[in-house]
């Protein structure tokens, strides 16, 4: 038993040098892969942020958030449907700089299904939330893509990525 708890925890380590002991267990019954954690967790918290555009008169209004990460309670370690959609965001904004960082163009960026999926999600955000979604001046929005890494104030908030002016009404359907 003692045996069995050494390679057990020995091959939940994070370099895959120690997998060797698991390919005595071809099943995975007997050597369970525990790694809870991926070889670079996250650290950052991701956030959505928007702001309102007029086309007449060039202005711009303040920055408001998209999506807020909600505070952790302790039912939250059983229960948290919530965190889907946290997790979604976070899977998408890094899907879609992944492929801005790869040096495509705007208007490829534009094509990309995770593109549109953020612009509708902050046009929905930005219509149930507040009050200038209703006026006609401010007809055009505009996201940012911001990481910080939460309590800390130790780091500086990070903007990823910056938008287009887009329309609000518009629904993005160059998705190939």
Same mark, same amino acid.
């Given at each position: 038993?003692? #045996?069995?708890?050494?390679?057990?925890?020995?091959?939940? +380590?994070?370099?895959?040098? $120690?997998?060797?002991?698991?390919?005595?267990?071809?099943?995975?019954?007997?050597?369970?892969?525990?790694?809870? $954690?991926?070889?670079?967790? #996250?650290?950052?918290?991701?956030?959505?942020?928007?702001?309102? +555009?007029?086309?007449?008169?060039?202005?711009?209004?303040?920055?408001?958030?998209? &999506?807020?990460?909600?505070?952790?309670?302790?039912?939250?370690?059983?229960?948290?449907?919530?965190?889907?959609?946290?997790? #979604?965001?976070?899977?998408?904004?890094?899907?879609?700089?992944?492929?801005? &960082?790869?040096?495509?163009? #705007?208007?490829?960026?534009?094509?990309?299904?995770? $593109? @549109?999926?953020?612009?509708?999600?902050?046009?929905?955000?930005?219509?149930?939330?507040?009050?200038?979604?209703?006026?006609?001046?401010? %007809?055009q929005v505009q996201w940012l893509i911001a990481r910080f890494s939460g309590y800390s104030?130790?780091?500086?908030?990070?903007?990823?990525?910056?938008?287009?002016?887009? @329309?609000? %009404?518009?629904?993005?359907?160059?998705?190939?």
């Amino acid at each position: 038993m003692a #045996a069995w708890l050494v390679v057990t925890v020995v091959s939940q +380590h994070p370099d895959r040098g $120690f997998d060797k002991l698991r390919k005595a267990d071809p099943t995975g019954l007997l050597i369970p892969n525990w790694r809870f $954690f991926a070889p670079e967790p #996250a650290v950052d918290d991701t956030h959505l942020l928007y702001r309102f +555009h007029s086309p007449e008169t060039g202005e711009y209004s303040q920055w408001y958030s998209a &999506n807020q990460a909600q505070q952790r309670k302790l039912v939250h370690a059983f229960w948290f449907p919530g965190r889907r959609e946290e997790k #979604a965001v976070f899977d998408v904004t890094a899907g879609l700089l992944s492929n801005v &960082n790869s040096g495509i163009s #705007a208007s490829e960026t534009r094509q990309l299904s995770a $593109f @549109s999926l953020l612009s509708n999600y902050v046009r929905r955000a930005a219509d149930r939330d507040h009050p200038l979604a209703e006026s006609p001046e401010f %007809s055009q929005v505009q996201w940012l893509i911001a990481r910080f890494s939460g309590y800390s104030e130790v780091e500086d908030v990070a903007y990823d990525y910056v938008s287009p002016v887009l @329309s609000r %009404s518009a629904v993005e359907t160059e998705v190939m």
